[in-house]
C-alpha cells in the first residue's frame, strides 16, 4: 500500500507557475505509476498527466499543451507536476495517484490517492 501526500497549492494569479509536489510513503514508490488529476466543484475528475515508474513515458491531458511538466524522484519517493501559464479555469483540488499497473489516464483505474491540494488562481 502507498500513501500520498499532496502539496504546493495556493493562490496565484493567471499567468503564474505552480510547483506541486506528492510525497509517497508505504510499498516501493518506484514500482508504481502516478497519475495527477483535478477536480473543480459541479465538474468531473480530469486527468492531468501520468508518469511512468521509470520516469522515461509521460502522458498528459489534451488541454496541457506544453505548459505542464510531470517528473518524479524515486529516491526521495516524491512526483511533481510543474505548471506554467495557469489560467483562471484551472482552479481545482489537485489530486496525486498511484497505481501499480502501466500508465493510464482514467481516475477508476488508480488504486491510491491523495487528499488533494488547493490551487486557486485570480485574474
Known amino acids: 500500500q502507498v500513501q500520498l501526500v499532496e502539496s504546493g497549492g495556493g493562490l496565484v494569479q493567471a499567468g503564474d507557475s505552480l510547483r506541486l509536489s506528492c510525497a509517497a510513503s508505504?510499498?516501493?514508490?518506484?514500482?508504481?505509476?502516478l497519475g495527477w488529476f483535478r477536480q473543480a466543484p459541479g465538474k468531473e475528475r480530469e486527468f492531468v498527466a501520468a508518469?511512468?515508474?521509470?520516469?522515461?513515458?509521460?502522458l498528459y491531458g489534451d488541454f496541457v499543451k506544453g505548459r505542464f511538466t510531470i517528473s518524479r524522484d524515486n529516491a526521495k519517493s516524491t512526483a511533481y507536476l510543474q505548471m506554467n501559464s495557469l489560467k483562471p479555469e484551472e482552479a481545482a483540488v489537485y489530486y496525486c495517484?498511484?497505481?501499480?499497473?502501466?500508465?493510464?489516464?482514467?481516475?477508476?483505474?488508480?488504486?491510491?490517492w491523495g487528499q488533494g491540494t488547493q490551487v486557486t488562481i485570480s485574474s
Open positions: 495517484a498511484a497505481d501499480a499497473r502501466r500508465i493510464e489516464s482514467r481516475p477508476g483505474y488508480y488504486d491510491y
Open positions: 508518469i511512468g515508474w521509470s520516469g522515461g513515458n509521460t
Open positions: 508505504g510499498r516501493s514508490f518506484g514500482g508504481y505509476t
